[in-house]
């Protein structure tokens, strides 16, 4: 007897939150955490390296202490500082892939679990590992706190690709991926008042260590992996999901066929989202990294010494995310506005748009440091658009190896991230000099353009073969949820 057809979802009779909402709510925080941490250490080390936080009778000798240590005041070089900050990123890179690969195999839920647990131990004990091991050993943490966090873009888009029907998949990523947002904002705009507080610069590292416990006791409990797994959901909510995330095509990890690792790097969709990945670091990592020197050297604006103005574009960007949602659902609604359309249409918003505003930057006018501010917080907030477009793309082309597709990607766009800084540092000599940032910001807009423009030309959004290669029999599904055409063209045309 053959098998029975799987029923059409009934999408009128989801609930307005649903079990699928809840685990992109703690998606939401586990991305809050994973950022506050990440960040912490940069406005922990200006307080820490702050000689006016300190008395010169505690500078001297009598120093004070918190949690059986003395709270130090330390007289870091410029380079030194900067391998501080960039040590993150030596560990980051490398456990990207794997990690994305044991979240697909094992699930996400435990991989994310247990490296954010590791990651808080690790922020808990930095200001002992600064008193006993000076710069040396807060790299050497910060590099290892890296390795723990590798994996948790890659499993959060496995857990996604499994929970998430593929027409509300870009708003449950932005939902996920809006946590970036959040955990910088709240990081940048309480460090300030911590370091003022008793437990001075330290306390910027107890307390941000102490929230990955809370958040891991919520995540525990009421987390998994995929929908079946989840004690708490209805059997209509798990039916919905399993029918309409890609036409039942979604395995569980002990039922896929090995990584088709050939078939990935020779599919255009696929090389196309690795470029826009990575010219999409490019760009937004000059914007975070330099903007701020060149709004210094050039206008006279200090943004690091304003916790308003050093958060505003993660506000603005938080804000539009959630903007953009509410417009990708209103297109939705139009039958003929393909999900391709849909996705392309967004990306181009987030970096087009940008790549004008980098250029309109060069040209401000030095006594107009407000209008630079604004179109600098504009650049960054419609970036946002962005994880309608590509940053889900990845979900949309293989569903099955999703968590390793933004693996191999997002280790690809750190290597550029961190290579965007140096050729700008390259790049001007003179930090007064207009004519050499014009130059860095044509740069960052020509990767934008390039970037978009590939993915526009050869991105996909539905499922590539290779996403099942034991499975060829089942139709693949693509974009079912909004046709490329009207119903009545589709009547006309198979008449």
Not at 401 to 423: C, E, K
Request: proline share 5%; with cysteine; charged share 15%.
């Amino acid at each position: 007897m053959p098998p029975r057809p799987k029923a059409d979802p009934v999408p009128t009779k989801e609930k307005l939150i649903g079990v699928r909402h809840i685990q992109c709510i703690l998606s939401f925080f586990c991305l809050s955490l994973a950022y506050a941490l990440r960040v912490n250490l940069s406005v922990g080390l200006v307080a820490m390296t702050d000689k006016d936080d300190f008395n010169e009778t505690e500078i001297l000798g009598n120093k004070p202490r918190f949690l059986g240590i003395d709270i130090n005041y330390y007289d870091f070089t410029e380079t030194q500082k900067s391998l501080m900050l960039s040590s993150f990123f030596w560990g980051y890179i490398f456990t990207q892939v794997p990690g994305g690969y044991i979240a697909q195999r094992y699930g996400a839920k435990m991989i994310l679990l247990v490296g954010l647990i590791i990651c808080s131990i690790l922020t808990i004990l930095t200001p002992f590992v600064i008193a006993l091991g000076g710069w040396q050993g807060l790299c050497a943490v910060r590099a290892l706190e890296g390795l723990t966090q590798g994996a948790v873009h890659p499993a959060t888009h496995t857990l996604l690709a499994k929970w998430s029907p593929a027409k509300d998949r870009g708003m449950l990523a932005t939902i996920c991926y809006s946590g970036a947002q959040f955990g910088t904002i709240l990081m940048l705009g309480t460090s300030g008042i911590i370091a003022e507080s008793f437990m001075r610069w330290p306390g910027i590292f107890y307390i941000s260590g102490i929230c990955g416990f809370l958040w891991a006791v919520f995540w525990f409990f009421f987390a998994a992996s995929t929908p079946d797994k989840n004690r708490y959901i209805s059997p209509e909510e798990l039916k919905y999901i399993e029918d309409s995330r890609s036409a039942g095509k979604v395995h569980a990890g002990t039922e896929l066929a090995p990584t088709p690792w050939f078939d990935i790097f020779i599919s255009m969709p696929f090389l196309s989202l690795l470029v826009v990945h990575c010219t999409h670091m490019w760009g937004y990592w000059t914007l975070l990294t330099q903007i701020p020197s060149y709004l210094k050297n050039i206008f006279g604006v200090d943004m690091k010494s304003s916790a308003l103005l050093s958060s505003l574009p993660y506000a603005v960007m938080l804000v539009l995310s959630f903007f953009f949602v509410w417009i990708s659902k209103l297109l939705q609604k139009k039958d003929s506005l393909s999900l391709s359309f849909n996705r392309k249409l967004f990306n181009s918003i987030g970096h087009w748009i940008p790549m004008i505003s980098l250029i309109a930057l060069g040209y401000v006018p030095s006594n107009h440091s407000n209008v630079a501010v604004a179109l600098l917080t504009i650049t960054v907030g419609i970036s946002a658009a962005t994880y309608l477009g590509f940053q889900v793309n990845h979900i949309d082309l293989s569903p099955n190896y999703a968590g390793t597709l933004m693996g191999i990607t997002n280790a690809a766009a750190n290597i550029a991230s961190g290579i965007a800084p140096l050729a700008s540092g390259a790049i001007v000599q003179d930090p007064k000099n207009i004519n050499e940032w014009r130059l860095v910001f044509f740069l960052a807009a020509f990767f934008y353009f390039i970037g978009n423009l590939m993915f526009v030309v050869f991105g996909k959004t539905d499922v590539q073969w290779w996403d099942s290669p034991n499975d060829l029999s089942i139709s693949i599904y693509i974009e079912q949820e909004v046709p490329l055409t009207t119903k009545k063209e589709q009547e006309r045309n198979n008449a």
